[in-house]
């Protein structure tokens, strides 16, 4: 093989002997300093380490003030754009609670040496997502306290980060904080909450019977002279649906662990909503559903009884508010007209759930008319309604089986509806 013409053949065939005479000529010399800093930083962009070293002698050179070759401000640049290039390769690498750290080092130069509030906040940002990634990906896998600091953590960064964004002068600003706050709501919701959640329904879906176990139940309990075996097969099934002293115990303690991450999600997402309200309705009224859904998701884990004026009521009206705020926002323009009937829907299964079931049939009847295309759904609310009437708690839990247009939000208001049934059953036996 010819060696190019224009390229000398030492240099060439030998680049330990470009590279040693680049160093010789260039690294070490004032010329250095007229390469570009991206070029000079390119040799360590996957060692995160040589970039954090490098980031510290720049910010201590911004320190010490002008030199001949930049002044602080440009140094502190540097040292910011060092420590963002080094999270990312600690990210490449699956360290993303050194990524997390590394991004607030950077976010700490933009903000307090530059005070530039676009790139601080997006640093926070970052640092916010890296601690959310290192719950699941991080190579040594998180015990409980680290993932616990890791969302406290994440949250932290988010609140710094709105709290730039607030002094802003950007266009974007609204938008942005939206994103922040809808950003907190997830994780308060999703990191925080969610795991104790699963753990609640897991625990509650144990204590359930089939319709099989149900029925056979029954038919044991009217037994009159039932034998041994029957006996120990109703104690069987009867014990099976009670809860121990450290099941109550433990369900108790999810349920109080659980309430101040979901409230504190659903604070976040109103916020959210209101900043884009008039900038992009769509959006804001996305927020707002999920504000309504966890209010009265949050009233299903209250005690009842449901009483005008009392906590679980008030989450339940919060969230039929939200839902007419949206369904007004839907009845000025034609084209959201068939989502209109979901909206419709949800606020029926909350007024049913505030327990007046003296006012809910004109409730509900009032929202049927305006809804003449999905007549179904009203005819299971008015089915309900007879079965808590007829204080029926089983025919009222087929009614809601047997829908399988009911979603699981659908399904847990329902339950509380349901459990609001006062119901006295006495199994005695000969």
Not at 78 to 95: D, F, L, P, S, V
Not at 254 to 263: N, V
Not at 321 to 331: D, S
Request: some cysteine; overall charge negative; glycine content about 4%.
């Amino acid at each position: 093989m010819s060696p190019q013409p224009h390229v000398r053949p030492d240099i060439y065939y030998f680049p330990s002997f470009r590279e040693a005479l680049y160093d010789a000529l260039v690294q070490y010399t004032p010329l250095w300093y007229l390469v570009p800093f991206e070029s000079r930083i390119a040799r360590i962009m996957n060692n995160p380490e040589a970039l954090i070293q490098q980031a510290e002698k720049l910010t201590a050179k911004g320190k010490s003030g002008w030199s001949f070759f930049g002044g602080s401000e440009e140094k502190y640049e540097q040292a910011a754009t060092c420590y963002r290039q080094a999270a990312q390769a600690y990210e490449m690498k699956g360290h993303f609670l050194d990524a997390a750290a590394t991004y607030i080092k950077a976010a700490d130069i933009q903000a307090n040496n530059l005070s530039d509030d676009f790139e601080a906040p997006d640093s926070y940002v970052h640092a916010s997502d890296a601690y959310r990634r290192a719950l699941l990906e991080e190579v040594k896998p998180l015990n409980d306290n680290e993932k616990a600091e890791a969302k406290a953590k994440a949250i932290n960064c988010r609140k710094k980060a709105i709290t730039l964004t607030e002094k802003s002068t950007s266009s974007s600003k609204l938008r942005r904080l939206s994103r922040m706050y809808d950003a907190i709501g997830q994780i308060n919701e999703k990191d925080i909450a969610g795991p104790l959640v699963q753990t609640r329904i897991d625990l509650l879906n144990s204590k359930k019977m089939t319709p099989e176990e149900n029925t056979r139940m029954k038919e044991l309990a009217k037994e009159l002279q039932p034998t041994p075996q029957e006996a120990d097969e109703l104690q069987w099934l009867q014990s099976k649906t009670a809860f121990s002293d450290q099941e109550k115990a433990h369900l108790k303690w999810l349920e109080s662990e659980m309430l101040p991450p979901l409230q504190e999600a659903r604070i976040a997402y109103k916020e959210a909503a209101n900043f884009l309200r008039l900038e992009a309705p769509l959006n804001a009224n996305k927020l707002l559903t999920q504000y309504a859904d966890l209010g009265a998701t949050l009233a299903t884990l209250l005690p009842h009884p449901t009483e005008k004026g009392n906590a679980k009521y008030n989450y339940y009206q919060e969230a039929i508010e939200a839902y007419q705020t949206i369904i007004r926002f839907m009845q000025s323009d034609p084209k959201y007209r068939f989502n209109l009937s979901t909206y419709y829907f949800k606020v029926c299964i909350c007024i049913l759930a505030q327990g007046d079931f003296v006012g809910a049939p004109r409730d509900i009847e009032m929202y049927q008319q305006m809804d003449p295309m999905y007549q179904q759904k009203y005819n299971l609310l008015f089915n309900l309604l007879q079965a808590i009437n007829n204080k029926d708690p089983d025919g009222f839990d087929a009614l809601v089986r047997g829908d399988l247009s009911l979603d699981d939000w659908g399904k847990t208001i329902l339950d509380d509806v349901k459990n609001s049934i006062v119901v006295v059953e006495d199994f005695e036996f000969a």
